[in-house]
């Protein structure tokens, strides 16, 4: 199910990517490289990029960005979501950004700090954590800045703590993001007030231990997939 999932993605994009041209990078050869160093909040992070078979620069391509699960990686979403083999199909950039809260450093799991959220093992969001939120807004506009991205074809997608991310920007960031693609964990807040309409295709399986589709006592949780869709 998750593959079908990511791969849908590619038709999301397809069907609602302008061809606005933003900024003057999408005359002669393209950056090509396989990562970038985002500047934020006074620190730099590194995202991992796929630029998709073809990316010469002189043609401006939709931007997806694909967010790991709670616990999970950069790395690791790359390996599961497929999303580099459909780029290369679609025509579109791929970029794998990595969450900030890193409880054990001696590990490679990694949450996203969502603003009045607690993360998915049940422990509270170090008041430390940097903004994830100003990140991915960071990433999205040294992207447009540094290579030939449509700035009205921004999406995301993600999976479970991921996916719930990806919620929380299409509320937080809507001005910027064309669509989002959640994969077992679409919410929609009470605090949720796009300031645009942003495109939604959600998936989720009913047997999801973790988000429950039916909704769950679980803090980082709450109420129901139907409840969130009807919300939206």
Excluded at 22 to 49: K, W
Excluded at 91 to 118: E, K, M, R, T
Aim: charged share 15%; net charge negative; with cysteine.
């Amino acid at each position: 199910m998750r593959m079908s999932a990511w791969l849908l993605m590619g038709a999301l994009v397809l069907a609602a990517a302008s061809t606005q041209v933003f900024g003057a990078n999408c005359a002669g050869p393209g950056a090509t490289l396989d990562e970038i160093q985002i500047s934020s909040g006074g620190t730099t992070r590194r995202v991992a990029l796929h630029f998709g078979t073809g990316y010469d620069g002189s043609k401006p391509r939709p931007l997806v960005l694909d967010l790991h699960a709670s616990g999970s990686s950069a790395g690791a979403q790359a390996r599961i979501s497929g999303l580099e083999a459909a780029a290369d199909r679609h025509g579109f950039v791929v970029a794998w950004p990595q969450g900030s809260v890193n409880l054990a450093p001696s590990n490679d799991g990694y949450y996203w700090n969502i603003p009045g959220v607690p993360l998915a093992n049940g422990a509270e969001t170090p008041a430390s954590a940097m903004d994830d939120t100003k990140f991915i807004d960071d990433l999205i506009t040294q992207m447009i800045d540094g290579a030939c991205i449509d700035s009205r074809a921004v999406f995301i997608t993600g999976f479970s703590g991921g996916a719930r991310m990806s919620s929380h920007l299409a509320c937080s960031l809507s001005e910027r993001i064309a669509g989002i693609a959640p994969v077992g964990g679409l919410r929609a807040g009470d605090s949720c007030k796009p300031r645009q309409p942003v495109a939604i295709v959600a998936f989720h399986g009913t047997d999801d231990a973790v988000n429950a589709y039916a909704g769950s006592a679980a803090p980082h949780w709450g109420y129901s997939v139907p409840v969130a869709l009807e919300t939206w």
